[in-house]
T-cell receptor, first 118, second 109 residues
Framework: GAVVSQHPSWVICKSGTSVKIECRSL??????MFWYRQFPKQSLMLMAT?????????EQGVEKDKFLINHASLTLSTLTVTSAHPEDSSFYIC??????????????FGPGTRLTVT | EDQVTQSPEALRLQEGESSSLNCSYT??????LFWYRQDPGKGPEFLFT???AGEEKEKERLKATLTKKESFLHITAPKPEDSATYLC??????????FGSGTRLQVQP
């Protein structure tokens, strides 16, 4: 149980275009989802926290107009990278948590999405 | 501000050579210390959650322990398939996890 999927697993886009990444909780309802970014050989850095039906909370230094997050349902959150630039190339990972899982604050991670902007 | 420091940054072991990874943390109101395993190009895989000093948890060749200032991940008789990056993270309240930079473990046959 507690499986999180991401789509796509990798994507290449041209500079200036937008890319949408989906994060789904497959067998539980996720009241809260988190989006992380990971650069090569570095750890995960939290970008934003999203609660179903409300606006996302962004971490300091993360541009909310560039990284649009939508959490429209209890099983789906999307991250849209708008006007992507090469420096946005990274590994994007989502996680989900729900009070219905064993540990009410346990986070389950998706497999990640590799974004390359050319 | 929550801080998590992992050491060593990288560790190379021979198969069967036991060792420990360290995670030092500073957080007010700790609501869990987490260990994850991450393989290249994949998301973190949950290993353990520890909640209070003195707590220990085991899974196969791995054992995690917790004190008030640090946690250790002990690896007994490691195998090549244990090669991965091991991440430590802390949670305060309902906030997201704060991760350390990880320890890249390589186990040679």
């Amino acid at each position: 149980g507690a499986v999180v999927s991401q789509h796509p697993s990798w994507v290449i886009c041209k500079s200036g275009t937008s890319v949408k990444i989906e994060c789904r909780s497959l067998d539980f309802q996720a009241t809260t989802m988190f989006w992380y970014r990971q650069f090569p050989k570095q750890s995960l850095m939290l970008m934003a926290t999203s609660n179903e039906g409300s606006k996302a909370t962004y971490e300091q230094g993360v541009e909310k107009d560039k990284f649009l997050i939508n959490h429209a349902s209890l099983t789906l959150s999307t991250l849209t990278v708008t006007s992507a630039h090469p420096e946005d190339s990274s590994f994007y990972i989502c996680s989900a948590t729900s009070p219905t899982t064993g540990d009410s604050y346990e986070q389950y991670f998706g497999p990640g999405t590799r974004l390359t902007v050319t | 501000e929550d801080q998590v420091t992992q050491s060593p940054e990288a560790l190379r072991l021979q198969e069967g050579e036991s060792s420990s990874l360290n995670c030092s943390y500073t957080v007010s109101g700790l609501r869990g210390l987490f260990w994850y395993r991450q393989d290249p190009g994949k998301g973190p895989e949950f290993l353990f959650t520890l909640y209070s000093a003195g707590e220990e948890k085991e899974k196969e060749r791995l054992k995690a322990t917790l004190t008030k200032k640090e946690s250790f991940l002990h690896i007994t008789a490691p195998k090549p398939e244990d090669s991965a990056t091991y991440l430590c993270a802390v949670r305060r309240g309902r906030r997201a996890l704060t991760f350390g930079s990880g320890t890249r473990l390589q186990v040679q046959p």
